[in-house]
């Protein structure tokens, strides 16, 4: 509601928010909550779309002439593993992307840890959905998170030739518990350890 906050981007593209509203317990202005994306004035996003030789009747039944307002991603979301990047929207693209994934896998977490040798180590932990019975196999699993991952992240497809597939790790754990007890105190799912 445009009554309420005022958006604007940053010069790296979060998203700032201010509240405006005078009974908010907490004031926030230029609060970065790290969400990604844009703020484009209606008259803007108008002469934006004229220079492609389109108006918003081409792309929307209904208009109005509030802001537009986009979010694409988190700013802040990300392990470097080898000196990849990997995001949780890869983790998430291959979940989705796959049928028994998409029904048995509730969430998930990214970290890296260093063992004893100070070796690296990517940590995927999924959580199960609430009454997924059955064991999943997580050497199955490890597998088809390496090939995945190799194919929709060029980064993790160049390292991957560096290091054993023992060093990809893959944790689960029940509907609500381990790294994922406690979310209904979270407004956000915490996708990075």
Known sequence: N??????????KGDLLFTICRMECAAPK??????DMGGVMRYPDLL??????????KDIAPRTSALPILWLHGRSDLMVSFYGANIYPRNIESIIDHDPMLKTK?????LSTFEDAEVNAHLAI?????PGTNGALDSSALQGLF?????????DFREVSKLFPKERVVIELHDFGTGPFAG?????KNKYVA
């Open 2 to 11: 445009p009554a309420d906050y005022l958006l604007e981007a940053d010069a």
């Open 29 to 34: 202005i230029r609060y970065n909550i790290r």
């Open 47 to 56: 002469a934006r779309l004229r220079t492609f030789g389109l108006s918003t």
């Open 105 to 109: 896998i509730h969430s998930f977490q």
């Open 125 to 129: 932990r999924l959580e199960k959905s």
């Open 146 to 154: 390496i090939q995945e991952l190799a194919r929709c992240n060029q």
């Open 183 to 187: 979310r209904e105190k979270r407004i």
